[in-house]
């Protein structure tokens, strides 16, 4: 059997570019949209005027959605080449640069950054710990980290049908960390499973100080009439999400 992917070659092979972008039939079957993209716009707050980088960047939207909402510069990088590639051609613009790295040794210009952003990205990183220091120096004195991973009680035990919703969940082996082989839009790639204790730590072993926390809840009215869905959701966590500070 082949071996699993890790997220620095996933979303180059065959056919998983094509299936993560693929449109869903409603706005509410996207907890990206439902759950994670409101916690990550109330923890960045006001980003007008910040020079922002970006830890996985993927296609780019999330960097033109700063720009529009105010960002005087955005970095990007991500180390798949369809991404990077989708990413440099969305963001034509002289704000952005896109760069193909690998996040989990990319290491930044010394306090370069206000704010780095990394979302959906660090469950394939092995060294969390590395990534937020190095993101910490990255930014000057008193700015702001903020990512999101996928929620601990996800990592710990993959029970969803490949191809299908999930309808029940476990939580299995939660205080053994590492990695865990998951079936992912078709494809076997590699994630790292991290308690939540474990979050906290590498903030601080970073050199971060920790300002909040996020189980990102699912927001009722971006569900329109979609009821059923909003109740299954509410069910369980699927991100969480941290923002801390570079001290002064």
């Known amino acids: 059997m082949r071996k699993p992917s890790d997220?620095?070659?996933?979303?180059?092979?065959?056919?998983?570019?094509?299936?993560?972008?693929?449109?869903?039939?409603?706005?509410?079957?996207?907890?990206?949209l439902t759950m994670e993209m409101p916690a990550f716009w109330d923890a960045a707050g006001d980003i007008a005027g910040l020079s922002v980088l970006d830890l996985g960047c993927g296609d780019g939207q999330l960097g033109a959605e700063l720009l529009a909402r105010g960002?005087?510069?955005?970095?990007?990088?991500?180390?798949?080449?369809?991404?990077?590639?989708?990413?440099?051609?969305?963001?034509?613009?002289?704000?952005?640069?896109?760069?193909?790295a690998d996040i989990g040794t990319y290491s930044a210009p010394t306090s370069d950054f206000d704010l780095v952003v990394s979302l959906r990205a660090l469950h394939y990183v092995e060294d969390l710990t590395g990534v937020l220091r190095r993101a910490g120096q990255a930014v000057r004195p008193g700015g702001r980290v903020v990512y999101s991973h996928e929620h601990p009680v996800i990592t710990s035990f993959e029970a969803r049908r490949p191809d299908g919703k999930r309808a029940n969940w476990t939580v299995d082996n939660y205080f053994v960390p590492g990695p865990r082989v998951v079936v992912f839009l078709g494809k076997r790639v590699l994630k790292h499973h991290r308690t939540v204790e474990e979050h906290l730590n590498?903030?601080?072993?970073?050199?971060?100080?920790?300002?909040?926390?996020?189980?990102?809840?699912?927001?009722?009215?971006?569900?329109?009439?979609?009821?059923?869905e909003f109740q299954r959701r509410l069910r369980i966590p699927l991100f969480l999400m941290i923002e801390a500070r570079r001290p002064n």
């Open 7 to 32: 997220g620095a070659e996933f979303y180059d092979e065959e056919g998983v570019f094509e299936r993560y972008f693929a449109p869903r039939a409603r706005p509410s079957d996207s907890p990206v």
């Open 202 to 228: 590498a903030v601080r072993d970073a050199g971060l100080a920790f300002l909040r926390l996020r189980e990102c809840p699912p927001i009722h009215q971006l569900f329109a009439a979609d009821e059923a």
């Open 71 to 100: 960002a005087a510069r955005y970095v990007g990088v991500d180390a798949s080449e369809r991404m990077v590639a989708a990413a440099a051609s969305r963001l034509q613009t002289a704000q952005a640069t896109v760069t193909r």
